[in-house]
């Protein structure tokens, strides 16, 4: 199936551009469950000596006290990037209770119910209220348990300078969003490949589905899943939200994205209307009831992203300022990776990001829309069949073909950016070629064992592995975390505390 017209797209760049001089940065947001050493959520609040969840850039919480989010900054090469994740994996490892351990899988931990898991709390001041809320939004619109699963966030950019090199006398912003969103149409055409390749969560603990309805089967006493199954993260019974399907997103445009989002934050839901804004005592318990709350909880496996100051929505930052970088959403942790992403991995996903980057990218019609998502459902459930039949370039072929043919125009990119160090093509050769998360995963639970057991064994092994690190110099983490405590503190201590005004103002912005 592969043409010359790939071929053509990678010359035709270089003619404009060495595609190796381009800059890109990238950064990574990595949520693990903090569980006590029988495998339990934790229900200890956030660890002071990681500073304040709120205030700490570098440490933060998800949803549940327990559920620690680690962020780093940008970077324009991968070895800096692996080494800040490993810096903050160390850190935060060495500060947790020595009795708790960092789970190293996607799909959470044994939950017994759902009152074990503490939403995150970020204090009494405005902003931390808003934050708390809109995690009792989540909780009552669609469980604690399911927002208990963890991923990786990984954020991608081109550098300024490049895109003004690249683009010469035609660089505007509404030129670089353009671009930004080529670049998440054809991610989306292709997500399947980074579910067949990067998916690492086949299975679940029976808990995870507790009193939900599912397609799932039973493994074992305690497990359920699918036999060929790539990531239930992402399916239907993972991080998504049905509901969001009518809101019709295409990534055609900003605006029309803009546009989009803004009318899922403001149209009721029934659904979302029915259970209250307020409790029963009378406390908020929603910011909205809308088809989303806010920007964030729009489950999409790419969104485009602008960095905005406090107090700005999201979507006015786009709106005001264009797209600033791409944020991921559908990567698996990996479970073997001490970091939860391998440096393989990642060169693997700027290759990916750099051929959906290049790649010319028609709009999204309603009708290859349907056929994508009908990939990622499939995929979801049946990757690891490369016989499952996919829409790849507008035909019907099996998946193992469409690899063949979508790893040749990788490999061309790969040659193209490496010259003499083989940095790209390795990474690919190493993910493509060696048995996949998922079907590792199994081979595991072949032994006799459950998902509990191996994945406790392995947050065990992976933490204290990261215990005995002591070659690092941790102490600019130490110094941010103490002086976070005292940026919380002076929050805090402020005394204009009016979350009714403060969230109605907020939704004033839309």
Same mark, same amino acid.
């Given at each position: 199936?592969?043409?010359?017209?790939?071929?053509?797209?990678?010359?035709?760049?270089?003619?404009?551009?060495?595609?190796?001089? +381009?800059?890109?940065?990238?950064?990574?947001?990595?949520?693990?469950l903090?569980?006590?050493k029988?495998?339990?959520?934790?229900?200890?609040? *956030?660890?002071?000596?990681?500073?304040?969840?709120? #205030?700490?850039?570098?440490?933060?919480?998800?949803?549940?006290?327990?559920?620690?989010?680690?962020?780093?900054?940008?970077?324009?090469?991968?070895?800096?990037?692996?080494?800040?994740?490993?810096d903050? *994996?160390?850190?935060?490892?060495?500060?947790? $209770?020595?009795?708790?351990?960092?789970?190293?899988?996607?799909?959470?931990c044994?939950?017994?119910?759902?009152?074990?898991i503490?939403i995150?709390?970020?204090?009494?001041?405005?902003?931390?209220?808003?934050?708390?809320?809109?995690?009792?939004?989540?909780?009552?619109?669609?469980?604690s !348990?399911?927002?208990?699963?963890?991923?990786?966030h990984?954020?991608?950019?081109?550098?300024?300078?490049?895109?003004?090199?690249?683009?010469?006398?035609?660089?505007?912003?509404?030129a670089?969003?353009?671009?930004?969103?080529?670049?998440?149409? =054809?991610?989306?055409? =292709?997500?399947?490949?980074?579910?067949?390749?990067?998916?690492?969560?086949?299975?679940?603990?029976k808990?995870?589905?507790?009193?939900?309805?599912?397609?799932?089967?039973?493994?074992?006493?305690? $497990?359920v899943?699918?036999?060929?199954?790539?990531?239930?993260?992402?399916?239907?019974?993972?991080?998504?939200?049905?509901?969001? #399907?009518?809101?019709? +997103?295409?990534?055609?445009?900003?605006?029309?994205?803009?546009?989009?989002?803004?009318?899922? +934050?403001?149209?009721?839901?029934i659904? @979302?209307n029915?259970?209250g804004?307020?409790?029963?005592?009378?406390?908020?318990?929603?910011?909205?009831?809308? !088809?989303?709350?806010?920007?964030?909880?729009?489950?999409?496996? !790419?969104?485009?992203?602008?960095?905005?100051?406090n107090?700005?929505?999201?979507?006015n930052?786009?709106?005001? *300022?264009?797209?600033?970088?791409?944020? !991921?959403?559908?990567?698996?942790?990996?479970?073997?990776?001490?970091?939860?992403?391998?440096k393989d991995?990642m060169?693997?996903?700027?290759?990916?990001?750099?051929?959906?980057?290049?790649?010319?990218?028609?709009?999204?019609?309603?009708?290859? =829309?349907?056929?994508?998502q009908?990939?990622? #459902? $499939?995929?979801?459930?049946?990757g690891?069949?490369?016989?499952?039949?996919?829409?790849?370039?507008?035909?019907?072929?099996?998946?193992?073909?469409?690899?063949?043919?979508?790893?040749?125009?990788?490999?061309?990119?790969?040659?193209?950016?490496?010259?003499?160090?083989?940095?790209?093509?390795?990474?690919?050769?190493?993910? #493509?070629?060696?048995?996949?998360?998922?079907?590792?995963? @199994?081979?595991?639970?072949?032994?006799?064992?459950?998902?509990?057991?191996?994945?406790?064994?392995?947050?065990?092994?992976?933490?204290?592995?990261l215990?005995?690190?002591?070659?690092?110099?941790?102490?600019?983490?130490?110094?941010?975390?103490?002086?976070?405590?005292?940026? @919380?503190?002076? +929050?805090?201590?402020?005394?204009?505390?009016d979350?009714?005004?403060?969230?109605?103002?907020?939704?004033?912005?839309?």
């Amino acid at each position: 199936m592969f043409d010359e017209s790939f071929i053509n797209q990678l010359n035709s760049w270089n003619e404009k551009t060495l595609l190796k001089k +381009i800059k890109f940065n990238r950064g990574i947001e990595r949520e693990t469950l903090r569980v006590s050493k029988d495998g339990s959520i934790s229900k200890r609040p *956030h660890p002071k000596s990681l500073g304040s969840a709120l #205030t700490n850039p570098y440490i933060t919480t998800d949803f549940a006290e327990a559920l620690i989010e680690l962020v780093t900054p940008k970077f324009d090469n991968v070895d800096d990037l692996y080494s800040c994740l490993q810096d903050l *994996h160390v850190f935060t490892a060495q500060n947790i $209770d020595e009795d708790e351990f960092l789970w190293a899988h996607s799909m959470p931990c044994r939950i017994d119910k759902e009152s074990d898991i503490n939403i995150a709390s970020y204090g009494s001041n405005n902003s931390g209220m808003l934050k708390h809320i809109y995690r009792k939004g989540l909780r009552v619109r669609y469980g604690s !348990i399911m927002q208990c699963v963890s991923g990786i966030h990984y954020n991608f950019s081109i550098d300024e300078k490049s895109y003004c090199d690249l683009l010469g006398s035609a660089y505007s912003q509404e030129a670089v969003d353009n671009l930004y969103l080529g670049l998440i149409r =054809n991610f989306k055409r =292709n997500f399947w490949f980074i579910l067949a390749q990067l998916g690492a969560s086949p299975v679940a603990d029976k808990s995870y589905v507790l009193e939900r309805d599912h397609n799932l089967e039973k493994l074992n006493a305690n $497990d359920v899943f699918l036999p060929e199954a790539t990531s239930l993260r992402m399916s239907n019974i993972g991080y998504q939200s049905p509901i969001q #399907t009518s809101l019709g +997103i295409r990534y055609n445009s900003l605006d029309g994205f803009i546009e989009s989002v803004k009318k899922g +934050i403001k149209m009721s839901h029934i659904e @979302f209307n029915r259970l209250g804004l307020f409790d029963a005592e009378g406390n908020r318990q929603q910011i909205s009831d809308g !088809i989303i709350q806010i920007e964030n909880e729009l489950y999409d496996t !790419i969104r485009p992203k602008r960095t905005s100051p406090n107090g700005l929505r999201p979507a006015n930052a786009l709106k005001e *300022h264009g797209i600033e970088y791409v944020e !991921i959403r559908g990567v698996d942790i990996s479970p073997n990776a001490l970091g939860g992403i391998s440096k393989d991995q990642m060169h693997f996903l700027d290759l990916f990001l750099i051929h959906c980057f290049i790649t010319r990218s028609s709009e999204l019609t309603d009708k290859e =829309n349907i056929r994508l998502q009908k990939n990622h #459902t $499939d995929m979801v459930s049946s990757g690891q069949n490369n016989s499952t039949v996919i829409s790849y370039k507008g035909k019907e072929i099996s998946s193992g073909e469409a690899m063949v043919d979508l790893i040749n125009e990788l490999s061309l990119l790969a040659k193209t950016l490496d010259g003499e160090t083989k940095t790209y093509g390795n990474a690919l050769r190493a993910i #493509t070629t060696n048995k996949n998360q998922s079907a590792a995963i @199994f081979s595991s639970l072949a032994e006799g064992k459950d998902f509990h057991d191996i994945a406790l064994e392995k947050s065990i092994q992976n933490t204290n592995e990261l215990r005995q690190n002591k070659s690092l110099d941790l102490n600019y983490l130490k110094i941010e975390s103490e002086e976070s405590l005292k940026r @919380f503190q002076e +929050i805090e201590d402020d005394p204009q505390k009016d979350i009714e005004a403060y969230v109605e103002q907020y939704n004033s912005q839309i």
